[in-house]
């Protein structure tokens, strides 16, 4: 008799599914419906990594890829920079990025994404032109309400 009720209660406990496998709702593979994207960690493109160079310092890198999403306290001399990005229905893509240190200068650099001059030269270099407008004054409503009758404020 207890021997069934363990029976009973350990499969009860059983599971036929992985947690990954669980979904929220069976609708939300349709294709009309609305999937956010979804971005995080440090983004990381072809052109900033190909601006790293060996032995830059950590600040020179910090400048071009930003803080690092992991500091390891017992590796003070590697940074780790991970991007993942779900856009929709498409696959997660995910992009990671290890850099070593050592006095100060980047060493070495491993990870999906790597360095290369021949990429690096092949583009063409491109100028960024921001237009800025002109500042215009932004008058309060007291001030427009007799702009409009006529009675303009004197300054």
Known sequence: MIGCLVL?????????RKPDE?????????????????????????????????????????FLLGTPLLADFFHGDRWDYAYTIKRGHQPMEKRFLTLHFQDDALTRIEG????????????????????????????GLLTRGLQTIGLEPKE
């Open 112 to 139: 999906d994404i790597r360095p290369d001059a021949k990429r690096g030269e092949s583009r063409e270099p491109r100028d960024m032109v921001v237009s800025v407008p002109d500042h215009q004054e932004r008058k």
């Open 22 to 62: 669980q979904r929220a709702s069976l609708l939300e593979d349709l294709p009309f419906v609305y999937k956010m994207t979804v971005q995080q960690g440090n983004i990381l493109t072809e052109e900033m990594v190909d601006s790293l160079e060996l032995g830059m310092t950590r600040r020179q890198v910090s």
């Open 8 to 16: 009973l209660a350990a499969s009860g406990c059983a599971r036929d």
